[in-house]
C-alpha cells in the first residue's frame, strides 16, 4: 500500500527531524567513542560505535540515544549492516 508507506516514512522522518539528544545521550555518545578507540589500541582489532536500532531503517528508527548505542568488534557492525542484532541473530 503506497499511502500507508508514505505516510510511515512521513512519521519517520518528523521523528528524527525533531528528536533532540539530551546531555545524558551526548556523555554516552563521546564515552562511546573513546572507547572504541581504547579497544582498537589495546587489541589492535577495529572497533565500531553500533546503533543498536539502525538510524537509516525501513522498519524502525534508531536514534543517537544512550540506549540505543553499544561498542563492538567492527566486523560484527559490518556483518549487521542495516538490521537490528535481533534480526541479524534469528
Known sequence: NPEKRA???AK???LVR????????????????ILR?????ATGY????????PINHPDACGL????????????WNRAKGN???ERYVA
Open 7 to 9: 505516510a510511515s516514512k
Open 12 to 14: 519517520r522522518r518528523k
Open 18 to 33: 525533531n528528536y533532540k539528544m539530551t546531555p545524558k545521550d551526548k556523555e554516552v555518545m563521546e564515552s562511546a567513542y
Open 37 to 41: 578507540e581504547i579497544l582498537t589500541l
Open 46 to 53: 577495529d572497533w565500531d560505535v553500533d546503533h543498536i536500532v
Open 64 to 75: 543517537n540515544s544512550a540506549a540505543n548505542l553499544q561498542v563492538v568488534p567492527a566486523s
Open 83 to 85: 538490521r537490528s542484532m
